[in-house]
């Protein structure tokens, strides 16, 4: 699905990436953890082709860039960030939001057809916010908010869907309930998430391996069991700490 080989970038006078080499194959599913700072958002922005490094190469989906259009790559690749948030209309209701994902826009200009309204609302049914179809951006909670960014992102059939830091400014309840439609979205298959956060616990048992990011290097990277460990997190973090399973998911507190 992805093959970074040995990325370097750097930005007045500052390097940002390096040594980066990093495959993702099918049916996997990658949470990134890292400091604030550490490259994670950068590294995603290279993956998508906003970025050109300074060194190294990118292969999605089977094509190497620099030598195919990105913007046919892109639209395989969803992205999800509470940054994007503030690029849609206030005055847009769900309906019009969910939709522009298939039109592959933040605002719909084209007359929009029948079926692709049903689909619409059948993707807002799947995340339980049929009810809001035509309720203003402006007025959603964060929660709703959130939701709608993820089905507006997968209304264009992504194969690769890009997280970053979704569950920013949720309450636990309506995190856990991100946290469980992702899951589905992972289980239903043909989709590969790559999942950013700074918070352990959201590191779901769907998500078979782990990138661990620091100061702009891969700083571990392997299955999720292997590196979600006192001993690797602790290290990573240069904090003593304690990790704790529960359900399947670790959970940390620092000593
Ligand atoms: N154009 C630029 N010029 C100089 N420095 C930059 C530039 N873009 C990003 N940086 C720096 O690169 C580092 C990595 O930024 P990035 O946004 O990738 O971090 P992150 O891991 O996503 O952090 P966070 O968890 O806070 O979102 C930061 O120190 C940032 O200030
Ligand atoms: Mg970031």
């Not at 082709?49 to 030598?67: D, F, H, M």
């Not at 299955?223 to 399973?245: C, G, P, W």
Request: overall charge negative; aromatic content about 8%; glycine content about 8%.
């Amino acid at each position: 699905m992805i093959h970074l080989e040995n990325i370097l970038l750097y930005r007045n006078g500052k390097t940002i990436l390096r040594n980066i080499t990093w495959s993702v194959e099918k049916a996997q599913h990658w949470a990134i953890l890292g400091l604030n700072g550490s490259g994670k958002t950068t590294l995603l922005k290279v993956l998508n082709g906003y970025l050109w490094p300074n060194g190294g190469s990118i292969e999605v989906l089977g094509q190497t860039y620099g030598k195919v259009d990105i913007r046919e790559i892109r639209k395989s690749i969803g992205w999800v960030s509470a940054a994007m948030i503030e690029e849609f209309d206030r005055r847009d209701p769900a309906i019009e939001i969910v939709l522009s994902g298939k039109y592959g826009a933040i605002r719909l200009f084209e007359k929009v057809k029948e079926r692709d309204i049903q689909e619409g609302v059948a993707m807002l049914e799947r995340f339980g916010i049929a009810s809001l179809a035509n309720r203003e951006f402006e007025y959603l909670s964060a929660g709703e908010r959130q939701r709608l960014q993820i089905a507006r992102a997968l209304m264009a059939k992504p194969e690769i869907l890009i997280l970053d830091e979704p569950c920013t400014g949720l309450d636990v309840i309506e995190r856990e309930h991100l946290l469980q439609t992702m899951a589905q979205v992972a289980a239903d298959g043909n989709i590969t998430l790559l999942y950013v956060t700074h918070h352990v616990e959201e590191v779901l048992p769907c998500f078979s391996h782990v990138l661990l990011m620091r100061e702009g290097e891969i700083f571990a990277q392997g299955e999720r069991s292997e590196l979600l460990t006192e001993q690797v997190l602790s290290n990573f973090f240069r904090h003593s700490l304690t990790i704790q399973y529960e359900n399947d998911r670790a959970w940390l507190a620092i000593k």
